[in-house]
């Protein structure tokens, strides 16, 4: 069964930083593309960052500059390290099997249960 775990979430305070990971199970993310998702209550789900079988990166405009997305096939895991971090990245954030444009993060029929993110001073 193909599963993703998403770990690293917490607690940080504005400015902070956090590294999340996302560990796949059941199938190897070599030649997948994996995208960062995130959602807020009341809010609609916002790709946030988007890794290609090749290497090629897109970040949403809202995180440009402060979030990096990479991957480590070895251990079949997609990282997200977010930095200079604010409240309205706040949400609970999750990975999914994707498939990215410079225009759009789409998910597609694989993705985790989610680690949440709080940033609060």
């Known amino acids: 069964q193909v599963q993703f775990v998403e770990s690293g979430g917490g607690l940080v305070q504005p400015g902070g930083s956090l590294r999340l990971s996302c560990a796949a199970s059941?199938?190897?993310?070599?030649?997948?593309?994996i995208g960062w998702f995130r959602q807020a209550p009341g809010k609609e789900r916002e790709g946030v960052s988007c890794?290609?079988?090749?290497?090629?990166?897109i970040y949403a405009d809202s995180v440009k500059g402060r979030f990096t997305i990479s991957r480590d096939n070895a251990k079949n895991t997609v990282y997200l390290q977010m930095n200079s971090l604010k409240p309205e990245d706040t949400a609970v954030y999750y990975c999914?099997?994707?498939?990215?444009?410079?225009?759009?993060?789409?998910?597609?029929?694989?993705w985790g249960q989610g680690t949440q993110v709080t940033v609060s001073s």
């Open positions: 999914a099997t994707s498939i990215c444009s410079q225009y759009e993060i789409r998910r597609l029929n694989y």
């Open positions: 059941g199938f190897t993310l070599d030649y997948n593309t």
């Open positions: 890794i290609g079988s090749s290497g090629g990166r």
